[in-house]
């Protein structure tokens, strides 16, 4: 790992951030509670850096580059669109920086694969923001799995529905050149839950909708040995429901993918599990691995987010949903 000024065990760990649009200031407002520090802020928009830097006392810089040759900070998190991701993270790891990233890391499993190689090839961290994994509540959940709370698991059904359609028509969230759609936006969510409970699915079937070029929702179903996962995505409409049956009982989460309770129903009884899903737990985890020295992250491994990928990319192919970047 590089040498930064003053060394990695800094009193507060200093971020850099990539970005500084909606995600970043929420993720700001949330990790300056704790033991983190925004030391430095890029945008490709100088005057918006600068605004950003100026709310929390950090550096702003219209250049990556020069950002980092500066090097004042111990990691860099990154909050640009997803079509961005690899650039910035493979420059960044390149330069010797640890780096966390947003969900999903890239839009296809041949980038998360670079980006995962070029960790292991520099020695540095590299990690998912998936702040749901970060989160001792889906760990919870998935003791009580593995623990036949519930019995032999018999259908597994999420909804995760946003009125993405309702955005401006210049939003990342429905342009094709960014990426845009349901699937890779909040897609991953449910996903990735399920992956990180059973694992990789025995096969995958998505039927999806896509209008000008980008997919407004989907349903997928991931099949596991016995039952099914079924998942449906939308940009039509704001829902979201989690819930798990088994033949002894069911777990209901709640906003799952931020949730803070779930509830056990069993032929014994009910029990209420609780957990904290927030970005300064988050932060402060891969804050704290990357001071061990990890490469990987024992929240998010690099097998889920590649796994995850694999299935979306598997989705997109289902649907031939092609970006025009892959053309």
């Known amino acids: 790992m590089r040498e ?3 060394g990695i065990k800094t009193e507060k760990f200093r971020w850099a951030y990539v970005g500084s649009g909606s995600i970043a200031e929420n993720t700001a407002r949330s990790i300056t509670r704790g033991n983190n520090k925004i030391a430095a ?4 928009n100088k005057a918006k850096a600068d605004k950003f830097a100026a709310k929390y006392g950090a550096e702003a810089f219209g250049e990556f580059e020069s950002m980092l040759e500066k090097g004042k900070f111990d990691g860099v998190y990154i909050a640009t669109p997803h079509t961005a991701h690899i650039d910035y993270a493979l420059g960044a790891m390149r330069a010797g920086f640890p780096v966390l990233c947003e969900k999903p890391v890239g839009v296809s499993a041949a980038q998360a694969e670079q980006m995962i190689n070029t960790s292991r090839e520099n020695n540095v961290y590299f990690c998912e923001a998936m702040w749901t994994w970060f989160s001792d509540l889906p760990q919870k959940v998935r003791n009580r799995i593995a623990e036949n709370k519930i019995g032999e698991i018999k259908s597994v059904n999420i909804v995760h529905a946003f009125p993405g359609l309702m955005m401006s028509k210049n939003s990342r969230l429905l342009k094709p050149e960014t990426a845009g759609g349901a699937l890779l936006d909040i897609g991953v969510y449910p996903i990735t839950y399920c992956y990180r409970l059973f694992g990789y699915p025995e096969s995958i079937r998505c039927e999806g909708n896509v209008k000008n070029g980008i997919d407004t929702g989907e349903t997928v179903t991931l099949t596991y040995d016995g039952f099914d996962c079924k998942l449906e995505m939308s940009f039509l409409k704001l829902v979201e429901r989690f819930r798990i049956t088994g033949t002894q009982g069911e777990i209901k989460i709640p906003m799952y993918h931020m949730a803070r309770s779930a509830s056990v129903k069993t032929e014994s009884g009910c029990e209420r599990l609780s957990g904290k899903t927030d970005y300064l737990t988050e932060f402060s985890c891969a804050a704290d691995e990357i ?14 987010t590649l796994d995850c990928l694999k299935i979306m990319d598997e989705c997109r192919r289902q649907m031939n949903l092609v970006y025009p970047f892959e053309k």
């Open 4 to 6: 930064k000024e003053g």
């Open 291 to 304: 001071r061990a020295g990890l490469i990987e992250s024992a929240y998010v491994p690099h097998s889920a």
């Open 41 to 44: 802020v890029y945008s490709r």
